[in-house]
């Protein structure tokens, strides 16, 4: 068997997914910002498991998914609940001086909103390396759980800046909330269409 062609499924896979997961990290980086360091690694490696298993079992049946009307919808307004959960998260911790005095966030929550996050936000990823490794499964489990551990570095360092400047957790928080709503705008242009 020529190895090649597999190779090339694998750099495509990784471009693909590491290209549409910028907000993913992000995302991950707000979700465990406010944990102790070593809080932080932990959930960062469960949370990108659980989310890197969940998005090999969608990769797997993408064909399946790309028929599911409302799919689009339904991350947008998941993501977007990521997002006000962790803007209140935020306040509620800036009425001390600069946030400082804030409780730390539960590593169980911070888990789950990697989790929840990654699931909404994953759909482009998972339809595109889908596309490329329809026929290599191995191949794209491999190729996706690269991705995912090069994004948890990515969130790791995206944490750090978010706990040394603070306010950089609302620009995240921007950036995810402007992501949920084209999420659900596009969704219900899905829907609407479906039912015209």
């Given at each position: 068997m020529d190895i090649l062609p597999l190779l090339v499924i694998l750099a495509q896979i990784l471009l693909i997914d590491l290209v549409l997961a910028g907000d993913n990290a992000i995302v991950i980086g707000l979700a465990v910002a406010r944990l102790a360091p070593e809080q932080r690694r932990k959930a960062i490696l469960a949370g990108?498991?659980?989310?890197?298993?969940?998005?090999?079992?969608?990769?797997?049946?993408?064909?399946?998914?790309l028929a599911?009307?409302?799919l689009t919808l339904a991350g947008g307004v998941l993501l977007l609940w990521v997002a006000w959960k962790t803007a209140r998260e935020l306040r509620q911790g800036g009425h001390e001086e600069g946030g400082e005095g804030a409780p730390?966030?539960?590593?169980?929550g911070a888990i789950w909103k990697i989790?929840?996050?990654?699931?909404?936000?994953?759909?482009?990823?998972?339809?595109?390396?889908?596309?490329v490794a329809r026929e290599h499964p191995v191949v794209l489990g491999i190729g996706l759980a690269i991705s995912v551990g090069l994004m948890a570095?990515?969130?790791?360092?995206v944490a750090r800046l978010l706990t040394r400047y603070h306010w950089l957790a609302w620009v995240g928080i921007g950036i995810?909330?402007?992501v949920a709503l084209k999420m659900i705008w596009e969704g219900w242009a899905e829907v609407?269409?479906?039912l015209v």
């Open positions: 990108t498991i659980g989310a890197t298993v969940i998005r090999i079992l969608f990769a797997l049946v993408a064909v399946k998914l599911v009307i409302g730390p966030a539960s590593l169980k989790i929840v996050a990654d699931v909404s936000m994953s759909l482009d990823n998972v339809l595109g390396v889908a596309g570095l990515a969130a790791d360092f995810v909330f402007y609407a269409h479906a």
